[in-house]
């Protein structure tokens, strides 16, 4: 930052109750721990804008035409200009917190709300098309907020004589995420695909990250269905050759023709809510743990199906899901017909590559034994444990793609499943 922005003031404060303590909660013996807490505070974070962002940049590598004979010349060029007023993210959170332990502390209970108010979020904001420069600029773009709940219970359900023991975690989170203003003139792009086009847009209203695109409306069965809708193509430099198998876009302003005034917020990678359950029981030198998290409500942009079924209008490869293609009028109302050139656009961003992503997977399962020291003692060592384990043993899901488990961008392009993975081991201690 420059000179004047290059140090904040970070302030905050916390307070709690541990009400337990007092005499007119001593007497309930069913309680066992109960503490109020909460807490204001300020954080600042330069991270998002990188080293020396406010300058402007100067591209080296220009070449241009000189003269009636044209010479190419090399020469220099702005690339992306200045934003002295660039600044620390600044982040004001409140939350209120609640500690609870009932029965001897074998249920416990953390609950903790908060609400996070981001006057001046950074992001790279495209430039004016009057610039003279192409990269984006980092800026104190973006006003949001986020309020949400995490809620973690921890129980022992069994402790014996026997030696069986039994205890269960869960952590439970959700929140509600939005872009309450923004301090640029108007809505701008995030992430594109490869050929410049929005995937993810900017505004007042929506989520962080929100997808933006066209609606598809299932496909056109027949000649007639062409001849009455909106013209899909309008503008488009392949021309208006709709016909029966292509997608049908809705036409939203209602002008009788499909543009980028149609395209609307088509989707959120921001889940409903998140959650985790871990269980662990133990008997004798046996003991069995798994951890299932999983994922409800968030939505992912399956880019890679662009490429994989990018086939249908070309001469490439195609994944076998373009088996069910159309072929006819009532063969598929999902997957359009196959014909060269995409003269209808059907890879153009929309809602046809919305998936839901919400998914349930068992992260790890460890099976274990850990021999008696009795029977160690006869050969000096002090510990001796066998295991087996998974991990991504199992995923439940309605999402086509390798992996839900994505991130918080929640836009597949490729990215690297996690591998499902099976171990064996001894731990040996002497």
Known sequence: FVTGRKYGFFPGASIGWRISEESFI?????????????????????????????????NTGITYPFGGSPVVLSGAAPTRGQNTDLSWENNYQ????????????????????YDRRSPNLLANVPPSYVSGTYESVPTNAISAYNRG?????????????????WTTSLTFSTFKNRISDLNVAQPFNGV???????????????????????????LFQTPEEVSKAPKQT????????????????KDLNGDGQITDKDRTFIGSPIPAFTYGINNTVSWKGFDLNMFIQGSQGN????????????????????????????????TSNDVPRAVAGDPNLNLRVSSYFIEDGSYLRIKLLT???????????????????????????????????FDPELGSAGIDRGIYP?????LAGVNIGF
């Open 192 to 218: 594109t695909t490869r050929t410049g086009t929005p995937i993810v847009r900017y505004d007042a209203g929506q989520p962080f990250g929100a997808f933006y695109g066209y609606v598809a409306d299932g």
């Open 26 to 58: 001593k007497d309930i013996p069913v309680i066992s721990n109960l503490k109020v807490r909460g807490g204001y505070g300020k954080v600042g974070n330069p991270l998002n804008a990188g080293r020396f962002a406010y300058l402007a940049t100067i």
């Open 418 to 422: 996690q591998s499902r993975v099976f």
């Open 234 to 249: 309008v503008g488009a430099t392949t021309g208006t050759s709709t016909a029966p198998g292509d997608i049908r876009f």
């Open 94 to 113: 409140a939350n209120i917190g609640v500690d609870l332990g009932l029965f001897q502390n074998r249920i416990e209970v953390t609950v903790d709300v």
């Open 367 to 401: 099976l274990g034994y850990n021999f008696p020291k009795t029977l160690l003692n006869r050969f000096a060592g002090q510990t001796l444990r066998v295991y087996v384990s998974s991990q991504n043993l199992l995923t439940l899901t309605k999402y086509t793609g």
């Open 149 to 165: 709940l995490d809620l973690a219970i921890n129980t022992r359900n069994l402790v014996s004589a026997t030696g069986v023991n």
């Open 299 to 330: 939505d992912v942009y399956n880019l890679n199906r662009v490429y994989t079924e990018g086939g249908l209008y070309s001469n490439g490869n195609s994944s076998t899901r373009v088996l069910g293609r159309w072929t006819g009028p009532g």
